[in-house]
T-cell receptor
Framework: DAGITQSPRHKVTETGTPVTLRCHQT?????MYWYRQDPGHGLRLIHY???????DKGEVSDGYSVSRSKTEDFLLTLESATSSQTSVYFC???????????????FGQGTRLTVV | QQQVKQSPQSLIVQKGGISIINCAYE??????FPWYQQFPGKGPALLIA?????SEKKEGRFTISFNKSAKQFSLHIMDSQPGDSATYFC????????????FGQGTTLQVKP
């Protein structure tokens, strides 16, 4: 696996509580992404970052916020968790997708989040 | 809306057979089409990718066929092995679009010994 560590790997939380998932990379890649994986939907982009403090929304960003204070860390926060946010969350990194070509996206092992 | 549609949802193939997974896309601006393989409990990993300037790309037992006019592409796994049993995702992206990937719904492949 590329140098990507997601934490925690599993979490159960109650509805209405805030939750923060962490993605840490050792590859010094500029781009970082948060996806969620749900049956029948594949993976859907939540938010992504193209540099320190530079982030933007993906297709399913409602109810989520992100922060990137260092190149190596990308945090995903569920402000007030709901049952619809029960999912498997994947962090991905990519080197330089804007250099006129696409480069491979490497994925972490995932975080299984259950909101009860 | 689902910009990339993948079928079938699940597939059972005998060892040595050919596995075929199909994807269709809507956005003609897409110009990068990767396939990802995911084993249980793991993250997706890039298997093979193609750009629309070629109609076919082969890497070992894995081949992507691409039909630009039909906006379709498919993954063929020749001589399928039990170790190929996994979930496969097609995806699409636009060059210069920050590497954001639009994924298909996924296909769970089971290769029976």
């Amino acid at each position: 696996d590329a140098g990507i560590t997601q934490s925690p790997r599993h979490k159960v939380t109650e509805t209405g509580t805030p939750v923060t998932l962490r993605c840490h990379q050792t590859e010094n890649h500029r781009y970082m992404y948060w996806y969620r994986q749900d049956p029948g939907h594949g993976l859907r982009l939540i938010h992504y970052s193209y540099g320190v403090k530079d982030t933007d929304k993906g297709e399913v960003s409602d109810g989520y916020s992100v922060s990137r204070s260092k190149t190596e860390d990308f945090l995903l926060t569920l402000e007030s968790a709901t049952s619809s946010q029960t999912s498997v969350y994947f962090c991905a990194i990519s080197e330089s997708p804007n250099r006129g070509k696409n480069t491979e996206a490497f994925f972490g092992q995932g975080t299984r989040l259950t909101v009860v | 809306q689902q910009q990339v549609k993948q079928s079938p949802q699940s597939l059972i193939v005998q060892k040595g057979g050919i596995s075929i997974i199909n994807c269709a896309y809507e956005n003609t601006a897409f110009d990068y089409f990767p396939w990802y393989q995911q084993f249980p409990g793991k993250g997706p990993a890039l298997l093979i990718a193609i750009r629309p300037d070629v109609s076919e790309k082969k890497e070992g037992r894995f081949t992507i066929s691409f039909n630009k006019s039909a906006k379709q592409f498919s993954l063929h796994i020749m001589d399928s092995q039990p170790g190929d049993s996994a979930t496969y995702f097609c995806a699409a992206s636009k060059t210069g679009n920050t590497g954001k990937l639009i994924f298909g719904q996924g296909t769970t492949l089971q290769v029976k010994p």
